[in-house]
Structures are given as C-alpha cells and as structure tokens.
C-alpha cells in the first residue's frame, strides 16, 4: 500500500466514529443548500456525505440526492437516518478523488466539510467538476485556516507527525485565494459566504473532554501522546486557550466559509 492509500485507510479507521458529532454538523447543512440554490427535482450528489446531513436536508427540498463517502460506517448511518426522516436517496461508498459516477452526472455537486480532507486537492476538484454537467454549480464549506476549527487543525498538526509528502492541509480550502485558484478556469461566477455552527457546553472546560471522546483524529492523537505525559497536558492546554478565545454564553462559535462556482459549458 503505497502513501497516499495508506492516508485514506487511516482517515476512514479515524472518522468512522464521527456519528456523534453530526447533532452540530447538520447545523450548517441548510445554509449549504441554500448558497447553492438547490432546487426541486435537481440531481445533487454531496461528496464526503458522513452520516449524510446535507444530503438529507437537501433530499427534503424535493432534490434527488446521491451520498458517497469513503468510510462505509458513516454510510451506513446516512441510511439509518435516511430511515428515519422518510426520504429516498442513494447511498455509495466510494473516493473523492475517484468518484463512481459518469461525467455530467449531476446538476449541483455539495461538500460539506468533506472533500477538504482528501489528500490531493487538485484531483478531487477534477473530480468533483467531472461528474457535474456544463451550467451546474459546485458549492462546499470549509474551515478558514485563521479561525477556530483551522487553527485547531493546525494546533493538533504541531503535536501530531508529519503527513506523507504531497498531502496538502485540509484547511487550505478555507482561503478564497486558494479556493480561486483551485477551481481553475473551468468555472465561473465564484462566489463566496459565511455562516457558523454553534457548539453548546457547560463550560469552555467541558469542550475538550467532549472532542477527544467523539472526534476520531483528536481521539487517536491523545492515545498516541498517553506515553508523553507532559506533551499531552501541554497539548490539551493549548487546546482549552485556544477554546477560550471561542466561547461565550456556554456555546462554542465555529465560522465556516461557504464557496460556489458555476462549471463552463
């Protein structure tokens, strides 16, 4: 297994345990969908689906709704909860940077918080534009490298190792310099919006606990610091600062950034 599938393999193993978090996640869902414009009877297909938050709020705006996602744990949630809200999609397993979809396939292309994480961002955006017809409209949230969420990537990066070569940070889609450039010259119209999700607790002091406990990566990384006491306890004071600087009134504010494009035709 060379590098790159290596990555993929641990990402899966590190988020298949992200149910728990999607009570806050789906919390910007609506605004995606909104940006996008997503219309009754369009073809959408929400690429890094998880347990298929936007998917399924799309879905109940009439769209017909296709979700892929690398770890097949979250896909199964996604059709529990498809279940439970009484709505009919697609589920599939499957890669961002090789999506099992012909060209042309969809009339809007979402991600949320998903695409980010794949390694390759050039191969992705290829990808993601590929299965979109000429006129259709790609839209994603991502986390700004200079607000809380990316600088908490950034922080567990100082503790953690080193990614393979050639994996870029996932946070550099939160830069619409980046996100510009990204897109290329295939789209026009890009535009750009933010939005934030709000994360209760009963103190700035209970965020942590509660992020190690149900945020896959953050959990492997304490487990791999256990055997270095002090550079754990150095690490999660850094994370409850940096908490701090973030909370009021018992919630947690994390700021997203909304981008949207038009593909060429």
Known sequence: MDSIEQFKENQKQAWKSFASLEMFTSLG?????????????????????????????????GARVTGV??????????????????????WRVGDAEALPFAD?????????FGHMFAPRPE?????????????GVVAFSTWPPELFTGRFFALNGRYAPPPPPGIA????????????????????????????IMLPAVSARHVRPFMEANMGPLARLVKMLASEPEKLAAFRRDIDALVEEYFEDNRLRQDFLMSRATKLG
């Open 169 to 196: 940070p996932p946070t550099q889609w939160g830069d619409p310099n980046v996100v510009r450039a990204r897109l290329g010259e295939g789209v026009r119209d890009v535009r750009f919006d933010r939005s934030s």
């Open 104 to 112: 042309g396939s969809f009339d809007v292309v979402l991600s949320q």
């Open 29 to 61: 869902a609506p605004a995606l969908v909104r940006f996008a414009s997503v219309a009754s009877g369009a073809k959408v297909l929400d690429v890094g689906c998880g347990t298929g938050v936007v998917a399924i709020h799309a879905a109940t705006k």
């Open 69 to 90: 996602d690398l770890t097949p744990e979250l896909i199964e949630h996604a059709k529990a909860n498809t279940e439970i809200a009484g709505v009919s999609l697609e």
């Open 123 to 135: 191969v992705a955006v290829a990808e993601m534009l590929r299965v979109l017809r000429p006129g």
